[in-house]
């Protein structure tokens, strides 16, 4: 149970973990409804809708922005409630908004990924994995605006190879060839 919203007696927290093929979610999937106000007559052998005391449930599936089923937007009571009209459209609506919801939180992630892996190449050297100049620049101007706003002192050492690429690149062993 990812997020609940109780009211009156039925208490069903967050958190809330129970098989999978226990759950009324799943039954009433597979059976294809969206309300039963019979749980106990339905589907007596249900564990948790006995623990819970469930009487009246109503679902409606959430899918991931493709028919990927990302889970279900549940109502349940204790007490006996008939469906109100246009009650199972305003959930197959929630659904939905969800599920887009769902899938956009999932691109941002990937695309935040996608970012991060990118930004990493741009900032080093593909041959030695180290920061490249484009990272050693933008690290010396925060560096440098730090040290303007503190008033501290900024010390650089710079180091330079020349041919190192060419170098590395080309130090190869080679094992002279012999004559019998």
């Not at 973990?17 to 339905?42: F, H, Q």
């Not at 930004?119 to 994995?129: N, Q, R, S």
Request: charged share 25%; proline share 3%; net charge neutral.
């Amino acid at each position: 149970m990812l997020y609940a919203r109780n009211a009156q007696a039925l208490d069903i927290s967050e958190g809330l973990s129970a098989n999978w093929n226990d759950t009324l979610c799943k039954r009433a999937l597979e059976s294809g409804l969206n309300y039963c106000d019979d749980v106990p007559g339905l589907w007596a052998d249900s564990r948790a809708a006995r623990e819970l005391g469930i009487r009246t449930f109503a679902t409606t599936p959430i899918h991931d922005g493709g028919e990927q089923l990302y889970g279900t937007l549940c109502a349940a009571s204790r007490e006996h409630r008939p469906m109100g009209p246009g009650t199972i459209q305003v959930m197959l609506l929630f659904s939905r908004l969800i599920g887009r919801q769902v899938e956009r939180e999932r691109l941002l992630e990937e695309l935040r990924q996608a970012q991060a892996v990118l930004e990493t190449k741009a900032l080093t050297d593909v041959l030695t994995g180290l920061p490249n100049r484009m990272a050693l620049m933008d690290e010396l101007r925060r560096r440098m605006a730090r040290s303007a706003r503190d008033g501290s002192h900024l010390l650089v050492a710079f180091i330079d190879l020349d041919h190192f690429k060419k170098r590395s690149t080309t130090n190869t062993v080679t094992t002279p060839a012999t004559a019998c």
